[in-house]
């Protein structure tokens, strides 16, 4: 398997413009994490799935940022509109259930600049 | 609410040494504990899992230890070299699922 693809690796826009951050998981993982890095709060959960469903949004800084997985491939982190706070490594990650030994594995993140 | 805290947030030393890294975390209610690492300018690689029934996990010149009792986990690192030279994470995983991350403790091994 390829991992945790995420699309685009690097992301520079404008203040107001809306963003799209992609997500394709491990196939056959059912756990699906959103997480946003910077340098003054680390790694922070934004929203995670389970089975396609969003369990836990609370994380969720704003009702600027939405989430979404349609199936069990692919999901979506969008940000409308965008301002210079949003600039972070946003990273998905991917895990499959089995009681306990859920190891998670990241994607190579998306580098948002909001100018 | 579960808070991890990883000391020390920074660590310069000499190529060869053993390294130990800390990892404390305020709820002993978890599935697991898992340690990553982190290059700059990339995303996390998982180096160990450890399942809440578990006390240790090796591989290669990584030993985890966890002490779920006392809400404790160690990463031992061996003759460190300098492409150890990372962040090292931590992050619990609770019974609602989420991974919880501390703040990550700086590692550079210098040669």
């Known amino acids: 398997d390829a991992g945790v693809i995420q699309s685009p690796r690097h992301e520079v826009t404008e203040m107001g413009q809306e963003v799209t951050l992609r997500c394709k998981p491990i196939?056959?993982?059912?756990?699906l994490f959103w997480y946003r890095q910077t340098m003054m709060r680390g790694l922070e959960l934004l929203i995670y799935?389970?089975?396609?469903?969003?369990?836990?949004d609370s994380g969720m800084p704003e009702d600027r940022f939405s989430a979404k997985m349609p199936n069990a491939s692919f999901s979506t982190l969008k940000i409308q509109p965008s301002e210079p706070r949003d600039s972070a490594v946003y990273f998905c990650a991917s895990s499959l259930y089995r009681g306990g030994n859920t190891e998670a594995f990241f994607g190579q993140g998306t580098r948002l600049t909001v100018v | 609410k579960q808070e991890v805290t990883q000391i020390p947030a920074a660590l310069s030393v000499p190529e060869g040494e053993n390294l130990v890294l800390n990892c404390s975390f305020t709820?002993?209610?978890?599935?697991?504990l898992q340690w990553f690492r982190q290059d700059p300018g990339k995303g996390l690689t998982s180096l160990l899992l450890i399942q809440s029934s578990q006390r240790e996990q090796t591989s290669g010149r990584l030993n985890a230890s966890l002490d779920k009792s006392s809400g404790r986990s160690t990463l031992y690192i061996a003759a460190s070299q300098p492409g150890d030279s990372a962040t090292y994470l931590c992050a619990v995983r609770p019974w609602t699922d989420k991974l919880i991350f501390g703040t990550g403790t700086r590692l550079q091994v210098f040669p």
């Open positions: 799935f389970n089975n396609n469903v969003p369990i836990d």
């Open positions: 709820d002993s209610a978890i599935y697991n």
């Open positions: 196939s056959g993982h059912d756990y």
